[in-house]
């Protein structure tokens, strides 16, 4: 269901809210009252609740959910956020303010984007240096591009880039300099078409020179702008400690680790494991061979999801722009399939 619901009985807000909705493509469901309001309470992917009806359905108590939100004409009084909390909305939209926010809204659920619809976010980073966590971010890009949208997010400003990676550096399109200066709501349509992309599969990534630096709103808004545009979010992560870099990695569904079975590769890989804060999401990928799968499980304390021999003819196929998978059957293009072969499955019975 992508049709949101309007619950208000103001004509004016009403007539204003739906030419906004016109405008984004989408065609939304109207209630006058509670009753009718809680009919379609749980299955509208958004609800835009008009103040002059908010304290008749705070009464009411509906279900918490996300997505609801209540709207107002100018000035809001401090009163109206605490009937907000109490319908369980998640902000007040004040028209004509907030016209371009509610567009861009709207317009992520005429995309087909919405809570119902937020990518599979995987993170990726090294357990050692060289390990190869870039090379396989974009392995896993290209191979889910195969199978819906894909992006590939580059948060790490000191590594190769995953643009140049996936042979993307060429093509014109927003980087994250262009968008560290972001102050509002991200578009999830906006940024999928502002990226450089080779049909389903884009990335963000930086530009040449100087090393960027992420910002903390923009960060948060392409990683929730990117989930709700695509079926597949891949983050390239750098082994760097940063607080930062810690939250994108808690807000992934799964983090992998790349590892080089090597004993200084397995010494360093249980250190970077350590790090998170969660062990339960955290698997590993073995890269090469060397000390048994189950003996670096066992080190580790992470199960190994998949392992992979080194690849004949990987830097040139980067370097002639074809991108690390020039094949299903090649090592990686095995294993970035199995993997989120192995991820859906995951995330279906969670």
Excluded at 40 to 66: K, N
Excluded at 82 to 91: D, F, K, P, T
Excluded at 186 to 202: H, I, Y
Excluded at 224 to 231: F, I, K, L, T, V
């Amino acid at each position: 269901m992508t049709a949101p619901l309007i619950v208000t009985r103001d004509q004016a807000l009403l007539d204003e809210l739906l030419r906004l909705a016109a405008a984004a493509g989408a065609q939304p469901d109207v209630a006058a009252d509670g009753g009718a309001a809680l009919r379609g309470w749980a299955g509208a992917p958004l609800v835009l609740v008009g103040a002059d009806v908010a304290e008749d359905l705070a009464r009411i108590s509906p279900a918490r959910r996300p997505g609801v939100y209540v709207v107002a004409w100018g000035v809001v009084a401090d009163e109206m956020f605490r009937i907000a909390l109490a319908v369980g909305a998640e902000s007040v939209a004040q028209l004509p303010r907030s016209e371009a926010w509610l567009t861009e809204l709207l317009t992520d659920l005429g995309d087909g984007a919405g809570p119902a619809a937020e990518a599979l976010t995987v993170g990726v980073t090294g357990g050692s240096g060289g390990a190869g966590a870039t090379t396989f971010a974009a392995a896993l890009g290209q191979v889910g591009a195969r199978r819906g949208r894909a992006v590939v997010v580059d948060a790490d400003p000191l590594g190769p880039g995953v643009d140049r990676v996936l042979g993307l550096e060429d093509r014109d399109g927003v980087r994250w300099d262009g968008l560290c200066d972001t102050t509002g709501r991200l578009s999830a349509r906006a940024l999928r078409e502002a990226l450089p992309r080779r049909e389903d599969l884009g990335a963000l990534s930086w530009r040449a020179g100087p090393p960027g630096t992420l910002q903390a709103f923009a960060a948060r808004e392409v990683l929730s702008a990117a989930r709700r545009g695509h079926d597949l979010v891949v983050v390239d992560l750098p082994r760097t400690p940063d607080p930062l870099l810690d939250e994108i990695a808690a807000r992934c569904d799964r983090l992998l680790v790349v590892v080089v079975p090597t004993v200084a590769g397995v010494a360093s890989a249980v250190r970077t494991c350590a790090r998170h804060r969660d062990p339960t999401t955290v698997r590993l990928v073995l890269r090469g061979r060397g000390i048994e799968p189950q003996q670096v499980a066992r080190a580790t304390g992470v199960p190994v999801l998949a392992t992979m021999p080194d690849q004949r003819g990987l830097a040139e196929a980067i370097d002639l722009g074809l991108g690390p998978v020039r094949s299903r059957r090649s090592a990686l293009g095995r294993a970035a399939g199995e993997v989120l072969d192995q991820l859906f499955l995951m995330r279906a019975a969670a």
